[in-house]
């Protein structure tokens, strides 16, 4: 996505991106529906019989103080914390781009969907408004609740002139930066607000793990840089792969403030940078 958003600002080109929440997505989908999709989708057989019994084989009861009601069979939800929820989620959402423009951008992870569109702006913008109106009948049709409140567009492009849109009448908010699958994406593209988070949260965890841990072994030091803190700088860095030198260094000294603090409580005083990097 973030590719066809760069070559769209190569062609000066602006980008109108609307992040879509849907209401209590897992525990609105209708059970009887979903079963249909997943028999439209050419599941059927054993495999749709233990579905079936996995999605309507479920009931639920609701304890106040030392009292259970009766038990009530569930009729609509995906259960959430397994491994087919998120599979059937997506078997159930998956014929909402039939239901829009076929112009349209659109990416769908789970209950996480957005819609976008390049224009220089012209009436290109017009296919995002229609889509949210086809998407609000395929919603309602579906039994599913548009989360207006919890929606937001991002507007990319130096000259955006940042066209108004609406979801049942209600204006979306507009965002400087939206998380995106774990990764916060600005209007810029800078990924520096991403950048700001990850350095704080990782000065944070070495702050604690240097708070709790006791031991003069380098190679233990090591090792729980590599598990904890490392990950934390590298998660989705091919997206967010920074591009100013200042950001570059700022997550480098990161790694210099933690091999200092840990060769120095292994016993190793005044090492240089270049050669505490050997050891990693």
């Not at 590599?226 to 200042?246: C, G, H």
């Amino acid at each position: 996505m973030l590719n066809d958003f760069y070559k769209s600002l190569e062609k000066r080109e602006n980008i109108d991106i609307i992040y879509i929440d849907f209401a209590k997505a897992f525990d609105s989908v209708p059970i009887e529906l979903l079963c249909l999709k997943i028999k439209a989708c050419g599941i059927n057989g054993k495999l749709y019989d233990f579905i079936e019994n996995f999605l309507t084989k479920r009931s639920f009861k609701v304890k106040i103080e030392k009292e259970f009601s009766e038990s009530v069979q569930t009729k609509s939800g995906v259960p959430q914390g397994s491994v087919l929820g998120p599979l059937l989620f997506l078997i159930f959402i998956n014929d909402l781009p039939n239901y829009l423009p076929h112009d349209l951008k659109i990416k769908i992870y789970a209950d996480d969907v957005k819609l976008y569109t390049y224009h220089q702006n012209d009436n290109r913008r017009e296919i995002l408004k229609e889509s949210l109106i086809l998407l609000n009948k395929w919603a309602k049709i579906n039994g599913l609740e548009i989360a207006e409140n919890k929606c937001s567009v991002l507007y990319i492009g130096k000259n955006n002139t940042q066209e108004k849109y609406h979801i049942s009448g209600n204006l979306i908010p507009k965002l400087q930066t939206v998380r995106d699958l774990g990764i916060l994406i600005d209007s810029k593209l800078s990924f520096s607000d991403h950048i700001n988070v990850i350095i704080k949260r990782a000065y944070f965890s070495i702050y604690r793990l240097f708070k709790v841990i006791r031991t003069r072994k380098l190679e233990q030091y090591i090792n729980i840089y590599k598990t904890y803190i490392r990950p934390q700088l590298e998660y989705a860095s091919e997206v967010w792969n920074p591009m100013k030198k200042d950001n570059c260094e700022r997550i480098e000294k990161i790694q210099k403030y933690f091999t200092r603090i840990a060769f120095k409580k292994s016993g190793f005083i005044k090492i240089k940078y270049e050669e505490r990097l050997k050891n990693m």
